[in-house]
């Protein structure tokens, strides 16, 4: 297949090219090296590739691009949680500008599928269960409760703490912050192209990602490559809250391998939302004592507070990923931690002025 990857040269993107091209694909690159993942310079590993410059928002380029495509991949975004609210108009900008503009541009092109990098931040908090009233949405966690060390969410109707589960595709979709609200955008927006046109779209969630090639200091990157940069610089990592809360960490390769199966597959719908997760829930603090063992740092840091961001518990349900694409993950949470000990990372991203 011709296949359209933008945010070819990312952290993510670049997997992505690289188990595309190895399984015989023509793949056309895409990425506009934004210097908050890439401090304005293209990877060596992308340059194999000879990735296009360029930006999802050039509705000419994208005419050039698309001529021939099957399947477009869109990795392309601005992500993270940013530095405050004045980072809005650019997470609005390139990822739901720039995915309206590239819908747009498929259109013209008669190119009717798409996988899309969505994310599991579309859920805000995760699923939650009460003794007593069985599935509840939780309450807000209030700054009082936060500053007192009182980190789990309440049962909204009797206030009892309530026990995390696994959050299925079909949960309400509560997005927490500018970075999550984008990316529901960009679900909605690939769902109204599709019953526009008959195309068919994956959204594939992923969830906390983790691997080679992760951009290092800098707010926007994850969890993973904050608590690395600390390490390497022989400072303890900072772990927020208690450090109890439970996420999914999944390794980059497992990411790139459930997009090639999304792109070889038909989506059986116009938008199915999938889980892309390892389907093995951690805690923060495990993830910052393990990488903390395999540097050889100091032990992790439990400093308390929270992030206005931030939610306590969401960890994944990964049936559907297995029953629709025949993904699992592969790479467990040992083996990949070990490994990114030493993995190579980005060089420092460069920061808005």
């Known amino acids: ?55 999802v928002r050039d509705a000419e380029l994208l005419d050039r691009l698309l001529r ?8 392309a975004a601005m992500v993270g949680h940013g530095l405050d609210p004045s980072d809005a108009p650019a997470y609005a900008s390139h990822n ?64 009892a703490v309530l026990t995390p589960a696994l959050v299925p595709e079909d949960a309400p979709l509560e997005p927490r912050s500018t ?6 955008a960009q679900e909605h927006l690939a769902g109204a192209w599709a019953r526009q046109t008959g195309g068919g779209v994956w959204a594939l969630r992923y969830h906390n990602v983790y691997g080679p090639r992760m ?11 904050i608590f690395r940069s600390a390490l390497a610089d022989g ?29 070889g597959t038909p989506p059986p719908g116009e938008l199915v939302p999938v889980n892309i997760c390892s389907g093995a829930p951690r805690t923060v603090g495990e993830l910052a004592a393990t990488l903390a063992t395999a540097m050889g740092g100091p032990a992790p840091l439990v400093v308390g507070g929270a992030r206005s961001a931030d939610v306590r518990h969401v960890v994944a349900d990964p ?5 629709l694409l025949g993904y699992t993950a592969r790479v467990g949470f040992a083996q990949g931690v070990a490994a990114f000990a030493t993995d190579p990372l980005r060089e420092p991203a460069a920061l808005p002025a």
């Open 1 to 55: 297949m011709r296949l359209l990857v933008t945010g070819a040269a990312g952290f993510i993107g670049s997997q992505v090219v690289d188990l595309l091209a190895a399984e015989g694909h023509e793949v056309v690159a895409l990425d506009a090296l934004l210097p908050q993942a890439h401090g304005g310079e293209l990877p060596e590993w992308s340059r194999r590739h000879h990735p296009v410059v360029g930006d």
């Open 68 to 75: 021939g495509v099957d399947v477009v991949c869109h990795q």
């Open 96 to 159: 739901d500008y720039g995915t309206a503009v590239l819908l747009t541009a498929m259109h013209r092109a008669g190119v009717t599928r798409l996988v899309l990098a969505s994310s599991m931040v579309v859920y805000g908090e995760g699923r939650y269960e009460c003794a007593s009233h069985g599935v509840v949405r939780p309450a807000s966690r209030r700054p009082a409760d936060l500053a007192a060390g009182r980190y789990d969410p309440t049962c909204p109707r009797c206030a």
């Open 179 to 184: 970075y999550a609200a984008s990316k529901l």
């Open 215 to 225: 951009p290092r200091d800098t707010p926007y990157a994850g969890v993973a490559s």
């Open 235 to 263: 400072r303890p990592p900072r772990v927020l809250e208690d450090g109890r809360q439970r996420r999914d960490f999944v390794h980059v390769t497992d990411v790139a391998r459930a997009n090639l199966l999304a792109l």
């Open 319 to 323: 049936a559907r990923a297995a029953e």
